[in-house]
């Protein structure tokens, strides 16, 4: 997948292209908005991430601009550190397929775009596995494959779970979980409780034993959580 | 007290305190000038007594007997001329008094004027006599004139003076009008004053100077905000996802990682600080609409929805009672939502295990809407209770996590509602009072 990348913070865009490269994405980077339009003018993108503070233009500019020429298939997230309701609203209007607003997590940002590629390239029926179960991520159920039995969590949980497969290879910190779980409330402002990611995972963990004994959801110690890829081998 | 209402009291009491004087003065001034006026045709009476006992002798003035004397009185009986012989040797002094007189056998008191005359070598007294009554009957006359007079020039003064106050003071009112029009940065295009008292105009023009400095203030406020959120968040940025990165290394040693989760953690509280003091600007800003009418039912059930969790966890009990219709007609929604969050967070986050949150919310005898929510934590320090909605300021234990400004964005938000918040917290919990109109 290609993504183009425009972000004027030179430390900023190399953060971000060393982890979407780590992802498997290819990056390329413009710095500036003529430079960005020159970019979207000749090559096709998958991606184009879009910061709105550009020196020599207003991103939503140049967003309207993308969205008339070549890259009409691309999809656009804005990321922005000016975060203002209206910013949001009218970079969404302008056609920009989801709205990230500074800082944010480079794992929240790598969900997003999957989600989208989901979206647009349809997969209704999407179902995420772990061991004996099977997350539908679009009905937002749970089943225990061997017996069919649904497995019922709270929004929460099943949020919580459906980052863990996400990601599945990945250690995900408390906070990554907090502002992923929290960060999507529709509120700002919330006050942010990662202690309390530990009492979902408890409850997550107690609903899965109640119908495989294996530790699916494991602990990795001093950094967070991580869901196990196969069960470990019978002693 | 208004300033018209003052000045009418004013100009009515001055009025009212130079009429008393004046009714007051009014008898001794009347009585002084009408004995002036008396004692004056007396003396030309006694000069015309003069002329004629010159010319035609005493004879006229002493028809009966030469020592007894007479005095002839007009026909009301009111006034007298006396003439009659003197001593020689006590002759009595000129004299002008009021002095008792035999009248018919009655004494009466009369304005007596008495002077000596030398007729053909031999001494005479002359006197000259008005009765008082028919001097204060002029008195009577007199004052009452002058009262009407009084009374009609105060009445008529004040109500000259109420009318050109009430128009004077016209354009005071024009003036508070159009400032309480104001109500954020933005101030309503205000019509020119229209007045020919230079004072007003003066006023008129300071506020106007007033409303474009606030203007402008929060113009910069506006851009400040704006450049804290690009060079702060930027920052923030840069390291949030280095940190990322760095925890995506294979070959990190166990005691690196464990720092660089701890940094995360640091780094997401100031992002959250940072995050919370900028909305709190913005709104303060006025920065954000109120484009929804809301259903403050379904937002506490949203947010008691997005808790649900933490209420189970604790084992928390909730019980709503929200009578009526509890709607904001113009409103933010997710901001709206963020209060009630931050509010029922806390009430849940400083509760007991096993305790409970009541919601109770009714219409008020005022138009109004009052809410009510109660939880059964521990009291907040008594000294403690008039800071909580201030930035920084937590009640309570210090929990790990949360920035100490949760109550203080609900201030903001509330107060961007005209929604009047206020908490006070006892042994049985601590309650939180909203109330709008």
Known sequence: MNVLIIEDDRALARELGLYLHNDGFLCDFARTGAEAAEKLFVNEYDFVLLDLGLPDQDGLTLLANARRERNQQASILILSARGTLDDRIRGLDLGADDYLPKPYSLLELTSRMKAITRRKHGAPHDVLEIGPFALHVGERIVRHTPTGHEVVFTRKEFDLLHYLLLHRRRVLTRVQLAEHIWGGSGGEGLEPDSNFIDVHVKNLRKKLAAHDPTEWVETVRGVGYRVRATAPDAP | MKLRQKLMLLSTLSKAVIAAVLLLALPTVVQTLALRHTDAAMRRELDQVRERIAADGVRDFLPVALDSGHSYYDLLRDEYIELRPADPRRLPTDTLATLARLQDGELVDFRVLRARLTYAGRPYVVEVGKSMASVEDVYGLLNTLAGVALLFAVGSTLLLELTVIQRLLRPVDHIVQGLRAVRGPQAPALPPLRTTTSDFQYLDDAIRQMLRSIEAVFEQERAFIANASH???????????????????????????????????????????????????????????????????????????????????????????????????????????????????????????????????????????????????????????????????????????????????????????????????????????????
């Open chain 2, 231 to 437: 060079e702060l968040l930027t920052p923030i940025s840069i390291l949030q996802n280095r940190f990322e990165n760095m925890l995506q290394a294979e070959t990190l040693p166990e005691e690196a990682e464990t720092q660089l989760v701890a940094s995360q953690r640091t780094l997401h509280r100031l992002t959250t600080t940072l995050r919370t003091l900028l909305l709190i600007s913005r709104v303060e800003n006025g920065q954000y609409a109120r484009p929804d009418q809301v259903n403050v039912a379904d937002v506490i059930a949203e947010v008691l929805e997005e808790l649900e969790d933490r209420l189970h966890a604790l084992d928390l009990r909730v019980s709503r009672h929200l009578d009526g219709a509890p709607v904001l007609p113009a409103a933010n929604r997710s901001l709206l939502f963020t209060l009630f969050y931050n509010l029922l967070n806390n009430a849940a986050k400083y509760n007991e295990p096993g305790g409970r949150i009541d919601l109770r919310g009714a219409p008020d005898a005022a138009g109004g809407y009052s809410l009510i929510i109660h939880n059964t934590g521990p009291a907040i320090p008594l000294e403690q209770v008039p800071h909580v909605f201030e930035r920084f300021r937590r009640a309570g234990a210090g929990l790990e996590e949360g920035h100490g400004l949760g109550l203080a964005l609900v201030r903001t938000i509330a107060d961007f509602h005209g929604i009047g918040v206020e908490l006070t917290s006892g042994a049985e919990g601590t309650t939180v009072r909203l109330r709008w109109e």
